[in-house]
T-cell receptor, first 113, second 115 residues
């Protein structure tokens, strides 16, 4: 079945450090890929998405590129801020049928001043 | 434009009881999905409702059931609560035109604790 694997956390970085959170997927068909962010005590917010191979999703300084050949969608940010501290979820949705989103287990990011 | 809202925010129940959670979809959205997020885990798909009918279900037992109303709002019902049902329950809405796929927007969730 469809699945998403992302790197274990927590990840602790100093402010202005470079961030990479790895994500790989297994899916039937040609999925859309997403990164969601969850701040403490809140629901999920869509951070960025990509719908086809080589697409780059970007938002708020975060980027991820849809790599079909490596089935990956790694999240990157050049300079993290304390306000980026949250849990990040990689997810996919296979086209057709109902719109089930399959999530990874999440990676907690803590940015220290 | 009003976003996805859920009620209640928090709920405490005891094992064996029944619970109903509510979700109001974002304006213009006709499809609602429910997810269960256990502590420290990613959300797991429970089911989806479109045109007041369930049209997709994840690996959850029949004691998890739902409804969608003509105004597209939705309820999640869980019977015979078990301790493992303690989780954050998330509702997501989207607009599904025929043959199209819309982005899902999530509500803030209902935190259910089963004692």
């Amino acid at each position: 079945g469809d699945s998403v694997t992302q790197m274990e956390g927590p990840v602790t970085l100093s402010e202005e450090a470079f961030l990479t959170i790895n994500c790989t997927y297994t899916a039937t068909g040609y999925p859309s890929l997403f990164w969601y962010v969850q701040y403490p005590g809140e629901g999920l917010q869509l951070l960025l998405k990509a719908t086809k191979a080589d697409d780059k999703g970007s938002n708020k300084g975060f980027e991820a590129t849809y790599r079909k050949e490596t089935t990956s969608f790694h999240l990157e940010k050049g300079s993290v801020q304390v306000s980026d501290s949250a849990v990040y979820f990689c997810a996919l949705r296979v086209p057709g049928g109902y719109q089930k989103v399959t999530f990874g287990t999440g990676t907690k990011l803590q940015v220290i001043p | 434009e009003t976003g996805v809202t859920q009620s209640p925010t928090h709920l405490i129940k005891t094992r064996g009881q029944q619970v109903t959670l509510r979700c109001s979809s974002q304006s213009g959205h006709n499809t609602v999905s429910w997810y269960q997020q256990a502590l420290g885990q990613g959300p797991q798909f429970i089911f989806q409702y479109y045109r007041e009918e369930e049209n997709g279900r994840g690996n959850f037992p029949p004691r998890f059931s739902g409804l969608q109303f003509p105004n597209y709002s939705s309820e999640l019902n869980v019977n015979a609560l078990e301790l493992d049902d303690s989780a954050l329950y998330l509702c997501a809405s989207t607009s599904r035109a025929e043959g199209g796929v819309g982005e899902q927007f999530f509500g803030p969730g209902t935190r259910l604790t089963v004692l």
